[in-house]
C-alpha cells in the first residue's frame, strides 16, 4: 500500500504517538516521528518499520522552542517538498496539589502540552495554506473536557488544546484545512503506568466498557481523521463512555 501524504507525529517514540506512527505507516503514508529525549525508542520503531516496506524518518526536535520546531518543518519541506498532516501528540503530565504548583511546574505544562502545539501548527501551515489542503490533530484529552483533581495545570493546557482546536478549525475553514481533537479516557501508556493493579481495577469499574483503552483505539481514529475530508472542529471523545 502506497500514500503519498507526508505526516509529521511529535513525541512519536512512545505510547499513543508510537501507535499512530505505526497505524499510518503500515497505512502507506510518509511519516515523520519526532522525539526529543527517546531515541532508542524512536531508532527501534524507524528499523520495525523501515524493515517492512515503510516509509519513517525519525527527528530529535525540543518542541517547546520555536526555532527546533522550524528545523523539524525545514527538515520535513526539504526531503518531502510538502506537510499534510500535523498531530500535535507530545505531552506530559503531573499529579499535584493546585496550591503545590510551582511556577515553573505550571509554565513546563503549558509550554509542553499547548504552546508547543502553537508553534509546529503555526509553521506547518506556512506550508499548508498556500495549498489550501492539510490536517491538524490535537491529542487532548477527558480532563480537557472534565477537570482533574489534581491536575489543574494539566486539564487548563488541555482545555486550552480544544479551544485552540475549535478556534483554528473556523479560521482554516475557507483554506480546506481541518483542525481536531482527540480526547482519550484512560489508556494503557506509560503515562498510567503509576496505577497499581487495584487502583486499575477501581477505575475500570468506573468505565462502562470495563477496561481502559489501548493507544491503537486511539490510533484508528487518527487515521480516521485524515481520511474522512467532513469532520472539522470536533473533539472526539475515545474513552469506554467514561464520560457520557
Not at 526531503?79 to 493546585?98: E, H, M, P, R, T
Amino acid at each position: 500500500m502506497f500514500n503519498n501524504k507526508v505526516v509529521i507525529v511529535t513525541g512519536g517514540s512512545r505510547g499513543i504517538g508510537a501507535s499512530i506512527v505505526k497505524e499510518l505507516a503500515n497505512s502507506g503514508y510518509n511519516v515523520v516521528l519526532n522525539y526529543n529525549k527517546s531515541e532508542d525508542a524512536a531508532k527501534q520503531i524507524k528499523e520495525e518499520l523501515i524493515s517492512s516496506g515503510k516509509t519513517v524518518d525519525i527527528y530529535k526536535a525540543d518542541i517547546r522552542n520555536r526555532e527546533e520546531v522550524k528545523s523539524l518543518i525545514e527538515f520535513t519541506i526539504k526531503k518531502y517538498g510538502k506537510i499534510d498532516v500535523l498531530v500535535n501528540n507530545a505531552g506530559i503530565s503531573q499529579i499535584k496539589l493546585f496550591t503545590d504548583i510551582s511556577d515553573e511546574d505550571w509554565n513546563n505544562m503549558l509550554q509542553t502540552n499547548l504552546t508547543s502545539a502553537f508553534y509546529t501548527s503555526q509553521e506547518a501551515l506556512k506550508y499548508m495554506i498556500p495549498k489550501k489542503q492539510g490536517c491538524i490533530i490535537n491529542i487532548s484529552s477527558i480532563y480537557g473536557t472534565t477537570g482533574a483533581s489534581c491536575e489543574v495545570h494539566y486539564s487548563a493546557a488541555k482545555a486550552g488544546l480544544d479551544g485552540m482546536t475549535k478556534s483554528l478549525a473556523k479560521e482554516l475553514g475557507l483554506s480546506n484545512i481541518r483542525v481536531n481533537s482527540i480526547a482519550p479516557g484512560a489508556i494503557e501508556t506509560d503515562m498510567n503506568a503509576f496505577l497499581t493493579e487495584d487502583e486499575k481495577i477501581e477505575l475500570n469499574k468506573e468505565i462502562p466498557l470495563g477496561r481502559m483503552g489501548k493507544p491503537e483505539e486511539i490510533a484508528s481514529c487518527a487515521k480516521f481523521l485524515i481520511e474522512n475530508e467532513y469532520v472539522t472542529g470536533q473533539v472526539i471523545s475515545i474513552n469506554g463512555g467514561w464520560n457520557i
